[in-house]
């Protein structure tokens, strides 16, 4: 592996099946660049967020995805957070119709706190399954302050973990989805 390469622990041949990532980071940024390159890459791109859409839309310049707000608001591209059924037929329908896409679930926190965490932990492996026979890409910011450590030993066993490396001061990490591997690249080498 060469030096500031971040390798899933997984066989380096061209995955079968779909991956669900888990980030562990406190801010989704590092999250929000991963699913930028896979959109730059050409997947198509679905968004649900705790966040504003526009907002992200602008703080991440998402370009070419679609973008849904999970709110109780009532209104176009919103989404109820307690009507997990809802949110599962929607990702379900758009990897139905978009092959090997890439899906970025924002708000996970969020989400536990309108439901329960077995129910959230029921409706996740429900999201694992799909996302593996579509053979699309999953990625799922949390923040692991707001949970038990029971609780997140409990999503680490079936997801594929990823803990960002430190950023140098004022510097951008550069990766990309190769072959169905992650690698982070350091920016000076681009």
């Given at each position: 592996m060469r030096d500031g390469e971040?390798?899933?622990q997984t066989s380096d041949a061209v995955p079968a099946t779909?991956?669900?990532?888990?980030?562990?980071?406190?801010?989704?940024?590092?999250?929000?660049?991963?699913?930028g390159n896979a959109i730059a890459e050409g997947r198509?791109?679905?968004?649900?967020?705790r966040d504003f859409p526009a907002d992200v839309q602008r703080r991440y310049d998402i370009q070419n995805a679609q973008i849904y707000w999970l709110t109780h608001l009532v209104g176009e591209n919103h989404f109820n957070p307690t009507a997990l059924g809802l949110l599962l037929s929607?990702?379900?329908?758009?990897?139905?119709?978009?092959?090997?896409?890439?899906?970025?679930l924002d708000g996970i926190e969020y989400l536990i706190s309108q439901n329960n965490y077995e129910r959230i932990l029921h409706?996740?492996?429900?999201?694992?399954?799909?996302?593996?026979?579509?053979?699309?890409?999953?990625?799922?910011?949390?923040?692991?302050?707001?949970?038990?450590?029971?609780?997140?030993a409990?999503?680490?066993?079936?997801?594929?973990?990823i803990t960002p490396p430190e950023r140098p001061s004022g510097k951008k990490l550069t990766f990309e989805l190769e072959?169905?591997?992650?690698?982070?690249?350091?920016?000076?080498?681009r």
């Open positions: 971040v390798k899933n779909g991956r669900f990532f888990l980030i562990e980071e406190r801010t989704p940024d590092f999250s929000y660049e991963m699913f198509t791109g679905l968004v649900m967020t929607k990702i379900t329908n758009f990897l139905d119709h978009n092959k090997r896409s890439a899906i970025l409706f996740l492996h429900q999201v694992r399954d799909i996302i593996i026979i579509h053979m699309g890409t999953l990625i799922m910011p949390l923040d692991t302050r707001v949970l038990e450590e029971k609780e997140i409990l999503l680490e066993r079936n997801l594929e973990v072959d169905g591997l992650l690698k982070l690249l350091r920016h000076t080498e």
